[in-house]
């Protein structure tokens, strides 16, 4: 039996007064959003006629969700976060910025503090014997092609498991393991010494991965680094690459891929000489070109909760 109540005076004076809408007190923008959001949900139970059980289930989802501390995740899996991208490619379009390196989703898994290296840096500090020695080196410009001085260039990565430092279940990992900050000279060039990432797959006992199961999705991203770049008088850049090769480049769970964020792997000899664990290595050539600030501001810096630890390892 479906009955359509959405309407009625009854539900949307009771939206109302749930929102506190047009209330004396509360934050107007948090009441704005939320009488619409719970109104959204209230009008689609009546149109889906969903059951009190299948509300019931989502509640208590919301629970394991939160308990299994995987909001952030599930928010890049729904295709949310790739979703604020896709807005603020838009806003770019708008506003007739172009030319830089595209942006891609940040990720649940990024920790603040990895200590600033002049240059270069060497950011495998646990060993880790199925991943081989990788170079990722590049040089960071301005739209003018020009190279940027003074750029911190963060990146950080899985290693071989798909885990990451700080979030590793098996505990495995120092703090800054895979995870390094470059600051450019006056060439605008960055390097990062470490080791080929493998691809990150949610928890399988997660609310992620069960939600993703209930849709028949994977949850499997490929294998991928993640970088911030930042200079004072650029727009800060959040993007990755993905490891040319990966079956699950065109098939992330959390839709980061992008066609011009793919470089070349290419096989290089002579890592012996510069201190890598194998004379054989990958190296990876990845420009970064950065857009200026808008009218001085930057428009693309994005808040969100992030994990913090503080550099024990001083090289
Ligand atoms: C990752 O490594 C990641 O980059 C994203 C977006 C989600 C889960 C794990
Ligand atoms: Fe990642």
Known sequence: MSVKVFDTQEVQDLLKAAANLNGNTGNARFQQIIHRLLGDLFKAIDDLDITPDEVWAGVN?????????????????????????VRMDAEDKATGLDGGTPRTIEGPLYVAGAPVRDGVAKIDFDEDANAGPLIIRGTVKGTDGKPIANAVV?????????????????????????????????????????????GYGCPPHGATQ???????????RPAHVHFFISSGDHRKLTTQFNIEGD????????????????PHVVEKTGGAALGLKADAY????????????????DNQIVQRPRAAASATVEA
């Open 61 to 85: 989802y919301l629970n394991k969700l939160g308990q299994d501390g995987e909001a952030a995740l599930l928010a890049a899996g729904l295709g949310l976060e790739k979703y604020l991208d």
């Open 154 to 198: 963060e990146c950080w990565h899985a290693n071989s498991n798909g885990f990451y430092s700080h979030f590793d279940p098996t505990g495995a990992q120092t703090d800054f393991n895979l995870r390094g900050a470059v600051k450019t000279g006056a060439d605008g060039v960055y390097e990062f010494r470490t080791l080929m990432p493998v």
């Open 210 to 220: 069960q939600l993703l199961d209930g849709l028949g999705r994977h949850g499997n």
């Open 247 to 262: 079956p699950l480049i065109w098939d992330d769970f959390a839709y980061a891929t992008r066609e011009e964020l793919i």
């Open 282 to 297: 990958k190296h990876i050539e990845f420009d970064v070109v950065l857009t200026p600030l808008l009218q001085g501001r």
